[in-house]
């Protein structure tokens, strides 16, 4: 298995643009995490879908956050309109929810830099 | 909210010596977990603990859950420079599926 994958790994991007940041989660796992990493605030939980079902976006910061996962092999963090607060790596995690081992497997990252 | 806390933030330790992060929680969890991120990566779990007071060991590493389930503890004995990293703590609450993380601590390994 090629494990979580993300796009793009890196985005440069300047302020007032539309940012869309995609995962590819691991295939048969039916939860999927979207967090966000600065020094500042640590890892944080933005939203999380189950059986791509939007459970809680409470970690959202704005409306200027979305997320969507149309399908169980897909999902969308989009930023409109970025801002250069928003520079952080977001990251995309998935794990199996039904067992009681929880594992979450983390994507490599987005590392998004707004000017 | 649940908040998740280690200490220390950063330590920094001579090869050989021994390390310790201490984790807490705001509230009890259902279980803990522990990860480990490499500067530059991602996120990669080490491992979960369940039972009150439970230790578990992966060579080097011992984890400990408190009784009360609300604290644990990751300590490495004789690091290696292969131990540098950020440890991070999470914790679950209830049958939730949403994982709380601690803030981490940052572990530099000197020769």
């Known amino acids: 298995d090629a494990g979580v994958i993300q796009s793009p790994r890196h985005e440069v991007t300047e302020m007032g643009q539309e940012v869309t940041l995609r995962c590819k989660p691991i295939s048969g796992h039916n939860s999927l995490f979207w967090y966000r990493q600065t020094m500042m605030r640590g890892l944080e939980l933005l939203i999380y879908f189950n059986n791509n079902v939007p459970i809680d976006d409470s970690g959202m910061p704005e409306d200027r956050f979305s997320a969507k996962m149309p399908n169980a092999s897909f999902s969308t963090l989009k930023i409109q309109p970025s801002e250069p607060r928003d520079s952080a790596v977001y990251f995309c995690?998935?794990?199996?929810?039904?067992?009681?081992?929880?594992?979450?497997?983390f994507g490599p990252g987005t590392r998004l830099t707004v000017l | 909210g649940q908040q998740v806390m280690q200490i220390p933030q950063y330590q920094h330790v001579q090869e050989g010596e021994d390390f310790t992060t201490y984790c807490n929680s705001s509230?009890?969890?259902?279980?803990i977990q522990w990860y480990k991120q490499r500067p530059g990566g991602h996120p990669v779990f080490l491992i979960q603990?369940?039972?009150?007071?439970e230790v578990k060991k992966q060579k080097r590493l011992t984890f400990q859950f408190g009784e009360a389930k609300k604290n644990s503890s990751l300590h490495i004995t004789a690091t290696q420079t292969t131990d540098v990293g950020t440890y991070f703590c999470?914790?679950?609450?209830?049958?939730?599926?949403?994982?709380?993380f601690g803030t981490g601590t940052q572990l530099k390994v000197e020769l």
């Open positions: 999470a914790g679950y609450t209830g049958g939730g599926n949403k994982l709380t």
């Open positions: 995690a998935s794990r199996y929810s039904g067992s009681g081992f929880n594992e979450q497997f």
């Open positions: 603990l369940v039972k009150s007071g």
């Open positions: 509230t009890t969890l259902s279980n």
